[in-house]
T-cell receptor
Framework: GAVVSQHPSWVICKSGTSVKIECRSLDFQATTMFWYRQFPKQSLMLMATSNEGSKATYEQGVEKDKFLINHASLTLSTLTVTSAHPEDSSFYIC???????????????FGPGTRLTVT | AQTVTQSQPEMSVQEAETVTLSCTYDTSESNYYLFWYKQPPSRQMILVIRQEAYKQQNATENRFSVNFQKAAKSFSLKISDSQLGDTAMYFCAFMKEYGNKLVFGAGTILRVKS
């Protein structure tokens, strides 16, 4: 159980276009989802936290208008990179947390990641 | 703010041997959770082991065990009988008891050699 999927796994887009990445919890309801960015051989950098039905909370230095996050349901969150540029090329990972049986499940379950290349 | 430090950027170990990865953290919280995650070349983050700070007993999962020293704020990971499949980047992570966010260390690249 506790599987998180991401789609697509790899996307190439042209500079100036927008790209949407989906994150789905397949077998549990994710009240909170997280979006991370990771450069090669580096740690995960938290970009934002999203709660179902409310606006995302962005980390300092992350452009809200550039990285649009929508957590429309308890199983789906999307990250849209708007007007992408080559410097946005990176590996994007989502994770999800569940609220089950009246208590938080403290563990985060991670998706397999999406490699974004902007040409 | 909490910080997590992994002082070993890269390590290598021979197959079947034992290796220990270091992690220290800084917090003023009394209750919290600590994790070790593995990220193999596929880049899928995999939870290796977790430790609740209120538990004195060190967590163990098959070949993986931790040495949790709360007073010293140290949380090392021991991998016994290392296997080629253990080759990965390992991240130590911290989360407050009622927190939401994981705070990650910089990671340690572990290479298991045959």
């Amino acid at each position: 159980g506790a599987v998180v999927s991401q789609h697509p796994s790899w996307v190439i887009c042209k500079s100036g276009t927008s790209v949407k990445i989906e994150c789905r919890s397949l077998d549990f309801q994710a009240t909170t989802m997280f979006w991370y960015r990771q450069f090669p051989k580096q740690s995960l950098m938290l970009m934002a936290t999203s709660n179902e039905g409310s606006k995302a909370t962005y980390e300092q230095g992350v452009e809200k208008d550039k990285f649009l996050i929508n957590h429309a349901s308890l199983t789906l969150s999307t990250l849209t990179v708007t007007s992408a540029h080559p410097e946005d090329s990176s590996f994007y990972i989502c994770s999800a947390r569940a609220f089950s049986s009246g208590r938080w499940v403290y563990e985060q379950y991670f998706g397999p990641g999406t490699r974004l290349t902007v040409t | 703010a909490q910080t997590v430090t992994q002082s070993q950027p890269e390590m290598s170990v021979q197959e079947a041997e034992t290796v220990t990865l270091s992690c220290t953290y800084d917090t003023s919280e009394s209750n919290y959770y600590l994790f070790w995650y593995k990220q193999p070349p596929s880049r899928q983050m995999i939870l290796v082991i977790r430790q609740e700070a209120y538990k004195q007993q060190n967590a163990t999962e098959n070949r993986f065990s931790v040495n949790f020293q709360k007073a010293a704020k140290s949380f090392s990971l021991k991998i016994s009988d290392s296997q080629l499949g253990d080759t990965a980047m390992y991240f130590c992570a911290f989360m407050k008891e009622y927190g939401n966010k994981l705070v990650f260390g910089a990671g340690t690249i572990l290479r298991v050699k045959s």
